[in-house]
């Protein structure tokens, strides 16, 4: 639950820049959002402000990682020689 302040307008695009703060006083670093954005992006998904009157929202999503090869099956093509390069 946010029971802060909205985001003031001329801020809002400035929230996710790293070191950006309205409470440095308060022990504010600034870093916040951009951890979480950079932890997002490294797991295919994003973090955005979203556009409200009254309160602070931000819309989380995340998508289905890429599709991984299982390691047996690059080890069992590798060791048959399907995956060695030829001369």
């Known amino acids: 639950m946010n029971d802060g302040e909205p985001i ?3 801020n809002r695009d400035k929230v996710f820049k ?3 703060t309205t ?3 308060s022990g504010g670093t600034g870093m ?9 992006r490294a797991h ?3 973090i955005n402000l979203s556009d409200t009157d009254d309160c ?3 819309l989380l999503t995340c998508s289905k990682p890429p599709r ?4 047996e ?3 069992s093509t590798f060791e048959s020689g399907a995956g060695a390069a030829e001369n």
């Open 23 to 25: 409470r440095r006083e």
């Open 32 to 40: 916040g959002l951009e951890i979480a954005r950079s932890m997002l």
């Open 56 to 58: 602070v929202a931000f």
């Open 44 to 46: 295919h998904g994003s």
């Open 8 to 10: 003031a307008d001329n």
């Open 18 to 20: 790293p070191f950006f």
């Open 73 to 75: 099956s690059v080890l």
């Open 68 to 71: 991984y090869v299982r390691r």
